[in-house]
T-cell receptor, first 112, second 114 residues
Framework: QQQVKQSPQSLIVQKGGISIINCAYE??????FPWYQQFPGKGPALLIA?????SEKKEGRFTISFNKSAKQFSLHIMDSQPGDSATYFC???????????FGQGTRLTINP | ETGVTQSPTHLIKTRGQQVTLRCSSQ?????VSWYQQALGQGPQFIFQ???????GRGNFPPRFSGLQFPNYSSELNVNALELDDSALYLC?????????????FGPGTRLLVL
């Protein structure tokens, strides 16, 4: 059962453009939503995370938008750079639970 | 870098063999979670260890087992290896067991089962 659905699978953006990756979740008990960035041969690295008491969180060029009623959240990368080329995973967890539930990932390519 | 280390980096085994993977958690962290990441997929939770006790398990068979040591490092053991066990195995360290603490991932061990 896929509890977190991520789209698109792959995304190509021109340098300087905005990259947008979307996730939808099913379990309304989820209350922590992180985004991870993974480069080839490396483990996932935490980029930014949000809890459902806010609708948006911004850290530098990265912004999470959260829509609790629609059970959706998205990652926006402003002024995308070639160094942002990586695979991005959204995830979700609930308080008291041990595990992160990951989406299937989005391979992002930023063309120079 | 997160400070989480894993060994070995790569491993090749044959079907039916057993394997042990190791993880050293970030300084000060008392919780280690293990994930399996198949090629092109997101990580799947295997189990978590908190203060040397198993603290939650995902949908993996009993041939996946683990340990956590007093220094909070951890091992993942897989018996009777199957071809589908080929994957990147990630450990993540955090503080506080089941609380909503950020998990920091290591670089992973790439396991190939032939």
């Amino acid at each position: 059962q896929q509890q977190v659905k991520q789209s698109p699978q792959s995304l190509i953006v021109q340098k300087g453009g905005i990259s947008i990756i979307n996730c939808a979740y099913e379990n309304t008990a989820f209350d922590y939503f992180p985004w991870y960035q993974q480069f080839p041969g490396k483990g996932p690295a935490l980029l930014i995370a949000i809890r459902p008491d806010v609708s948006e969180k911004k850290e530098g060029r990265f912004t999470i938008s959260f829509n609790k009623s629609a059970k959706q959240f998205s990652l926006h990368i402003m002024d995308s750079q070639p160094g942002d080329s990586a695979t991005y995973f959204c995830a979700a967890s609930k308080q008291g639970a041990q595990k992160l539930v990951f989406g299937q990932g989005t391979r992002l390519t930023i063309n120079p | 870098e997160t400070g989480v280390t894993q060994s070995p980096t790569h491993l090749i085994k044959t079907r039916g063999q057993q394997v042990t993977l190791r993880c050293s958690s970030q300084s000060g962290h008392n919780t280690v979670s293990w994930y399996q990441q198949a090629l092109g997929q997101g990580p799947q939770f295997i189990f978590q260890y908190y203060r040397e006790e198993e603290n939650g398990r995902g949908n993996f068979p009993p041939r996946f087992s683990g340990l956590q040591f007093p220094n909070y490092s951890s091992e993942l053991n897989v018996n009777a290896l199957e071809l589908d066990d080929s994957a990147l195995y990630l450990c993540a360290s955090s503080l506080g067991g089941g609380r909503r603490e950020t998990q920091y991932f290591g670089p992973g061990t790439r396991l190939l089962v032939l």
